[in-house]
């Protein structure tokens, strides 16, 4: 490993769940969880050279809502902080890039969000195009819907294929403790549920769940004190489409496909996908160009727990830790931020 | 201290007027509209984009060539809407798709007015159906409807020429806000008359109102504390402004008031006296509500007003600036 490489050493989430109490500046929910992710390596908040947060206003109904969370850091004296207003994956790119300045040696990156304050659906029509599409607040299933329809219509998947992804992450989601949605259910019974937005059945939607996430980077001689097997970022790139949905391929996935190229995905052996509805999973795999022998989102995934904004960030700290189980020698994950996968971060990593 | 209550929660509405200025290829787009007439911009591939683009998504080139589509088109995809969302184009159940209109190589994102769903179906052609009065927007198009089932449309208002400038989208999103445990107990407390603070447990200031964290060392404030309704103005500025929603003729004082035995200070009126006469350091003392107007929020003291003792010194409050 050069200098400049940086390793993911550590991960803590928050229980995926429908409605937290809380506030939705995510202070009870994320003081837990940089405790945990502390816990053990000798590391105080106080040591965290640079910390990088992804939340959104929209969620929480206020402005700046990002602000209010520092206090879980203990933000006085001054620390070295930033935020995206998009899921913190980003918020670890920006991290990354911050640790391979050799400006700082660790960064603790961390999203959240209260989905339940308000209504999900119609808060997500804000990410839309402001002029000529979210004046009639398309809702985020019916946009993905549509996106359903184009890959149903043009043979790319079944709805029974994807009843079978539902059925593999709840299944999967049993042994995630932290997981909102889990259990064995067959695929026949799934196709016989009702439609919620035709073509989307409930088991084809993520649910709707409040959360919070955070992982700890690191340089490479910190990574190596801090974990025995640390997971190597070998890859990291993420892309944008257009923000016209109708002008794009919503069949396919070309900002995952150039991301994914660009990370060198090849050979992955565990992917973290992060595909809030079940027929993006099998978008994503295509895009990615993930086979049969690769192992997909042994966590559960997406659709068995969703908090916005960390439900990204929660793919790489879950693939990381099937590197450092020693599980898997390379892994990938995945984040999309945006409607119908118009946004995408691909973070390969290496034992 | 343990919390036994359930924390306060209460509705939030959040709204805004959205007004945006749409640029030369945006506002003839929008322009058209209010004709009744729905135009495309030709990319550089010569492809036509429905809504308009300023930009080529491939090239990135500026455009700025308006074409006039039809206002029947095919529809590539569809899913549906059983229960409609506040805001959305139709009241009752309905499909909403991409549609490509007669001339126009992408697609535009819309609601089709078809009653169940085995009307809808990829493929199917649909006709816009105009909005009684057009303004200019994307919702001059009301809907779309199975040609089968389109209406004969009206002509254009006769005042439709001037060009369309800008646009206004109303958002309105509601939400259910909850205060945190700590600072639930602080509102309870107001309700009571009585000022709620809590001390951090690792460094021993005292917040009011109580954090959920505290911001030196990021852990739950515990021990509750109750203040006196006196202290000092640590800094203030006179409001000589009027502006929306004010409640108080201009000109008036707000302060940044310090209660005796606090380790910070929020923000509140100062009234009782000239504005010119507040300063830093000077002792205040609360003016509550008479008791039947009290409720969770600390408008239960109407203002603070100068108890006429001595002056702070400079140094007693210096670390709370």
């Known amino acids: 490993m050069t200098e400049s490489d940086v390793a993911v050493v550590g991960f803590a989430q928050a229980p995926n769940v429908r409605a937290t109490h809380g506030t939705t500046n995510g202070v009870e929910m994320l003081v837990p969880v940089f405790d945990e992710l502390l816990d053990g390596t000798g590391l105080s908040k106080k040591d965290i050279g640079f910390w990088c947060s992804g939340s959104s206003d929209y969620l929480a109904g206020r402005a700046f809502s990002f602000i209010a969370a520092i206090d879980a850091i203990g933000a006085f004296p001054p620390i070295n902080e930033s935020h995206v207003e998009m899921d913190a994956a980003w918020a670890l790119f920006e991290a990354w890039v911050k640790i391979r300045t050799g400006e700082v040696d660790t960064a603790l990156v961390y999203g959240f969000g209260k989905s339940s304050a308000g209504d999900l659906r119609r808060t997500l029509a804000m990410q839309l195009d402001p002029y000529f599409v979210a004046p009639l607040w398309p809702d985020s299933v019916a946009v993905a819907g549509l996106q359903a329809r184009l890959g149903l219509d043009s043979g790319l998947f079944s709805e029974q294929q994807m009843a079978q992804v539902a059925a593999r992450s709840r299944a999967d989601a049993q042994r995630n403790p932290n997981a909102q949605v889990s259990g064995e259910v067959q695929v026949s019974d799934l196709l016989e549920r009702p439609y919620v937005a035709d073509p989307l059945r409930a088991h084809d939607c993520a649910p709707i769940t409040d959360g919070a996430s955070a992982v700890l980077l690191a340089s490479a001689d910190r990574a190596r004190e801090l974990r025995a097997r640390p997971a190597w970022i070998t890859g990291l790139e993420h892309r944008v489409e257009s923000a016209q949905l109708g002008g794009r391929d919503l069949t396919a996935s070309p900002s995952t496909s150039d991301a994914a190229s660009a990370a060198d995905a090849t050979g992955v052996e565990v992917a973290e996908l992060h595909a809030p509805f079940s027929h993006q999973e099998i978008l994503l795999r295509t895009a990615i160009g993930l086979g049969e022998s690769t192992r997909i989102n042994p966590s559960g995934g997406a659709l068995c727990g969703n908090p916005m904004f960390a439900a990204g960030l929660s793919r790489i700290g879950e693939a990381a830790s099937r590197v450092w189980s020693g599980e898997a020698g390379k892994v990938l994950a995945h984040a999309t931020s945006g409607p119908a996968l118009q946004q995408n971060l691909v973070c390969v990593m290496e034992g | ?321």
């Open chain 2, 1 to 321: 201290m343990t919390e036994t209550s359930e924390p306060l929660s209460a509705p939030l509405e959040v709204g805004f007027d959205y007004t945006r200025s749409l640029g030369s290829v945006l506002g003839r787009f929008a322009t058209a509209l209010r004709q009744r007439r729905i135009t495309g911009v030709r990319g550089s591939d010569g492809r036509v984009h429905v809504p308009a683009v300023e930009y080529d998504p491939l090239t990135f080139e500026p455009l700025d060539e308006l074409v006039d589509v039809g206002s029947d088109g095919t529809v590539l995809s569809w899913s549906w809407t059983p229960q409609p969302l506040e805001g959305q184009p139709l009241r009752h159940a309905f499909g909403w798709a991409l549609i490509r209109l007669d001339g126009a190589d992408t697609a535009l994102l819309h609601a089709v007015d078809a009653g169940t769903p085995d009307r809808m179906r990829t493929g199917m052609r649909v006709r816009a159906r105009w909005a009684a009065e057009p303004v200019g927007g994307i919702r001059d198009i009301a809907c779309f409807d199975p040609v089968e089932d389109a209406a004969q449309q009206a002509p254009a208002p006769a005042d439709s020429d001037e060009p369309v400038t800008k646009l206004t989208t109303p958002i309105h999103l509601h939400y259910r806000h909850s205060a945190s445990p700590e600072e639930s107990r602080y509102l309870r407390g107001l309700a009571e008359g009585r000022l709620l603070g809590q001390r951090c447990p690792a460094c021993g200031k005292v917040y009011i109102p109580p954090r959920g964290a505290c911001p030196t060392d990021g852990v739950p404030t515990e021990e509750e504390v109750e203040l006196p309704d006196t202290g000092i103005v640590t800094t203030f500025c006179i409001v000589n402004v009027p502006f929306l929603g004010q409640r108080i003729q201009p000109p008036y004082v707000a302060a940044y008031v310090l209660l005796d035995g606090a380790d910070i200070a929020f923000l509140h009126l100062v009234l009782g006296c000239a504005a010119e006469d507040v300063r830093m350091g000077m002792r205040v003392r609360a003016e509550w509500k008479p008791r039947a107007e009290w409720d969770t929020t600390l408008q239960n003291i109407d203002h603070f007003t100068p108890s006429g003792e001595p002056d702070a010194p400079y140094k007693s409050y210096a670390h709370h600036l």
